[in-house]
């Protein structure tokens, strides 16, 4: 087939364009020069400042338009639309203005470009005055003009115009109705998107994926789960059903809204035509719902069909975080740096929230101060690394610098309860009452009761129960099982029993079937040696039907979890477990180690509480840890239920006596223990 030489360089000038070489298009320029005559002919010229302006190279883009004789509209939409794509927002309006001085109108493909510049700038006077410019041309009744007007009232704020914009629209086409269901669900109107959805039905409309995937939006935005399923009913049956986009819209969707099954159903039916974004939104999905072991496994499988991005990565940290899985959230880091994304303040966050929940602060740290910048979700995750650690001084140290100077970052509501929490486990009382009463002051946050727990909890563990009993009675909001727990839980720390079984009742009130307060209080009991009353708590437990919560501790050795239970005997390397636990014993009872029998919530004899104690999952984890890591290795476990206390001191032994540290991770914070001491400095 001939083709005619100009046509032949425009066709290379948009392979240039096409493939981003610009070394193509500025060899396919330096020919036109030899070959051709200045001033260049306008189709070329055209096409030169097309691939220039796209290529962002708006200089060169510039200086061909400047030597074009008179320059026509398409050849100033071309630079225009070039300055838009690479978001040069600001060259985009001069150059249009530019255009006008030059008196040449604006066409029906320059006004959409505009009105975009203008809405990504959020600069709502320059787009009324294009929307002038636009009725006054004759051209705002165009579908494509009007439907960026409208989407630049949108994105500007300005709803009543947008509303006006769309009911004066003589005609609307598809992308019209999926900007106006988009804006909707951006703007939270979730009700209006969805009424727009059902009036484009009315209207014999066709939806595509874009409309589909906004209206799954609206759907989760209101936890509408039964609203989505009829929509994938009717996907289905428009024959969407095999678009991935759609698909991947259905796996967040029901991801968000909880059904984690649907989600995995989708994704298997998407087979080999997964894409990247197919397993970001599975691998999401199973974040959200609490399915971290399951999250691991299918980053492992992404590994195998697509390059890790950035959002599957700080995803699958997150997932290691829940976890404790700091070994393998090390391997994770390893890819992030491979893959260069180590510095992206998403998974930078990621990262120092890893290391702050599996208590290698010092990594925390590490990661934290070596991020070109830092969002509110870093700050938090550092503080918050730092309430782990019960370490309050460097938790409002990183507070004050995070709220003062110049550049200071206002706090969220989750900064306030990670800073309280802080000052709780630290016994910072005056410190967490100031900032606690500067809340709505000094920040404009509104006490929650995560807020009320931190405070109920910093009082009670100072011993200061009466007081934290009255806070209790003063709340503006009715009292949640965490506040009751949380004074309950300090009732049990200070011995006040009565007072124990008033938060007791509360909590049975709030939930009966939860069976961690119906033990909390019938050991409170049996720690006072009212083993009546704790032995009638207990029946009225099996009487319910209420099961205790078993206690385990488990540990990570060569990628393989080993779980332990008390007076667990079923490991496959018992004996030498039974043997380092009994020359564990023998030395720490010359070292002074006296059990402390008063943690046996069982009315026996001395030797047997004894035996009870000695026995327990993290000691029998630790036994393991000495045998199966080697020497030097810090030994991390990991418990279901809070380190008893015989356990804390025992462990403080062990790790003097053996010299090395011992991280344990309960389900309340870190305790870190090296050198006979514990970083909770027994403050727990």
Not at 493 to 509: N, S, V
Not at 572 to 581: D, H
Request: with cysteine.
């Amino acid at each position: 087939m001939y083709l005619h030489p100009q046509n032949l360089l425009a066709s290379l000038l948009e392979s240039a364009v096409s493939t981003h070489c610009s070394i193509l298009g500025r060899t396919v320029h330096a020919y036109i020069i030899r070959t051709h005559q200045t001033p260049f002919p306008s189709f070329l010229s055209n096409h030169l400042v097309n691939m220039y302006s796209k290529l962002d190279l708006l200089n060169s883009a510039q200086h061909v338009l400047s030597l074009t004789h008179l320059p026509t509209v398409v050849t100033w939409t071309s630079l225009i639309s070039g300055c838009i794509n690479n978001r040069r927002f600001i060259a985009a309006i001069t150059h249009f203005t530019n255009m006008r001085r030059h008196s040449v109108h604006p066409n029906d493909f320059t006004y959409p470009c505009v009105f975009k510049a203008s809405g990504s700038l959020q600069i709502p006077i320059t787009g009324k005055q294009l929307h002038s410019l636009a009725l006054k041309d004759g051209l705002i009744y165009d579908v494509f003009v009007g439907c960026s007007a409208f989407d630049m009232y949108s994105k500007t704020g300005l709803h009543v115009d947008a509303c006006n914009m769309f009911d004066e629209m003589p005609h609307r086409n598809l992308a019209t109705w999926n900007a106006y269901i988009s804006n909707a669900v951006q703007d939270r109107r979730s009700v209006d998107a969805i009424s727009a959805f059902k009036e484009f039905l009315c209207v014999h409309g066709e939806p595509n994926y874009i409309t589909f995937c906004a209206f799954l939006n609206a759907c989760v935005d209101m936890l509408r789960l039964n609203l989505g399923r009829q929509l994938h009913s009717f996907i289905v049956r428009c024959g969407y059903k095999e678009d991935v986009s759609v698909a991947n819209g259905l796996i967040d969707f029901y991801g968000k809204c909880g059904d984690i099954v649907s989600s995995e159903m989708v994704f298997s039916r998407i087979g080999r035509r997964r894409n990247v974004v197919s397993w970001c939104s599975m691998l999401a999905a199973l974040v959200q719902n609490h399915e971290e072991e399951r999250a691991c496994m299918v980053f492992l499988q992404a590994r195998r069909e697509v390059e890790p991005t950035d959002f599957m990565i700080s995803s699958v940290l997150s997932a290691c975080a829940e976890l404790g899985g700091l070994e393998l959230g090390r391997s994770i880091h390893a890819l992030a740096v491979k893959a260069c994304v180590e510095e992206n303040i998403f998974v930078g966050s990621a990262l120092v929230d890893l290391y702050g929940k599996c208590g290698s602060v010092e990594n925390a740290e590490q990661v934290f101060g070596e991020m070109p910048e830092r969002n509110l979700v870093t700050w938090n995750a550092m503080i918050g690394g730092y309430a782990h650690q019960g370490d309050v001084d460097m938790a409002l140290r990183l507070f004050e610098e995070m709220t003062l100077g110049s550049r200071g970052i206002a706090p969220s509501y989750v900064t306030l309860v990670s800073v309280l929490s802080a000052c709780s486990r630290a016994g910072a009382v005056e410190r967490g009452m100031q900032i606690f009463e500067a809340m709505r002051l000094n920040y404009g946050i509104e006490p929650g009761a995560e807020h009320y727990a931190c405070v109920v909890d910093l009082l009670g563990r100072s011993g200061l129960v009466d007081r934290a009993y009255e806070f209790i009675k003063n709340m503006p909001i009715r009292p949640t099982i965490s506040v009751w727990g949380a004074l309950l839980g300090a009732c049990k720390m200070h011995g006040k029993t009565k007072l124990g079984k008033i938060a007791a009742e509360k909590l049975f009130e709030l939930d009966h079937v939860d069976s961690g307060n119906h033990v909390v209080l019938s050991n409170m009991l049996a720690s006072a040696g009212r083993w009546e009353e704790a032995t009638v708590v207990r029946k009225e437990m099996k009487d319910i039907g209420i099961k205790k919560n078993v206690g385990y501790s488990w540990i990570a050795v060569k990628n393989r979890i080993h779980v332990f239970q008390a007076k667990d005997s079923s490991h496959e390397r018992n004996s030498e477990i039974q043997a380092m636990l009994g020359k564990l014993r023998g030395e720490m009872k010359e070292a002074g180690y006296v059990p402390d029998t008063n943690l046996s919530l069982f009315d026996l004899e001395d030797e047997e509480k004894a035996y009870e104690v000695w026995y327990h999952s993290e000691k029998i984890a630790l036994a393991f840890g000495l045998i199966a890591l080697p020497q030097g290795v810090p030994i991390r476990i990991t418990k279901n239920l809070r380190i008893c206390g015989d356990c804390h001191s025992a462990i403080k032994f062990i790790s003097r006596i053996v010299g090395r540290e011992i991280i344990v991770r309960d389900n309340h914070r870190f305790h870190r223990f090296k050198d006979g001491c514990c970083s909770c400095k027994d403050y727990w």
